[in-house]
């Protein structure tokens, strides 16, 4: 637990406890040790919906560093946050199996990235390091610059 937190590239980041799509409370900080790529989407971005199924195959890829795939879904089809319907709806569309999916809300932008993730695109990729640390933000989707960044954090560093 950090009292210095933000959502800036090099720092802790806040943590963060929501929904998941099992009904449970999930916490950030109680994965500290695996690296994780927080994934910010909404359920009616088309181009959210093409980055979706890639959550399992990264993790399979990278199942030797742990690596953890957590998509919040800041909004459902109407534009409002979305219920545990609309989880169940997106882990059935896209053959959710081990990666985590959670219900949040816009309360977690904040263009400033003090208090929330400063998004700018649907979807907005967060890679964190195994303790926390946002290493880089990808805006909008790109297979090949995913990983090329979690190479650069996990091979390379």
């Not at 009904?23 to 979706?52: F, H, M, Q, T």
């Not at 977690?108 to 964190?128: E, K, Q, R």
Request: charged share 20%; glycine share 6%.
């Amino acid at each position: 637990h950090w009292e210095d937190c933000s959502y800036r590239i090099g720092e802790h980041i806040c943590n963060i406890e929501l929904t998941a799509n099992n009904g449970k409370v999930w916490s950030l900080y109680e994965n500290y040790g695996r690296p994780i790529i927080i994934d910010l989407s909404a359920e009616w971005c088309s181009v959210c919906s093409i980055s979706a199924p890639f959550a399992e195959e990264f993790m399979q890829r990278w199942a030797v560093h742990d690596l953890l795939w957590v998509t919040i879904l800041m909004e459902n089809d109407q534009g409002n946050d979305p219920t545990a319907t609309d989880l169940a709806e997106w882990e059935a569309a896209h053959n959710v199996e081990n990666s985590v999916i959670l219900a949040g809300s816009r309360d977690l932008i904040d263009a400033s990235a003090l208090n929330g993730f400063p998004l700018t695109s649907w979807p907005t990729f967060v890679i964190l390091t195994d303790d926390l640390l946002i290493f880089h933000g990808v805006g909008g989707w790109s297979e090949q610059l995913l990983e090329q960044k979690l190479t650069e954090m996990l091979i390379i560093q």
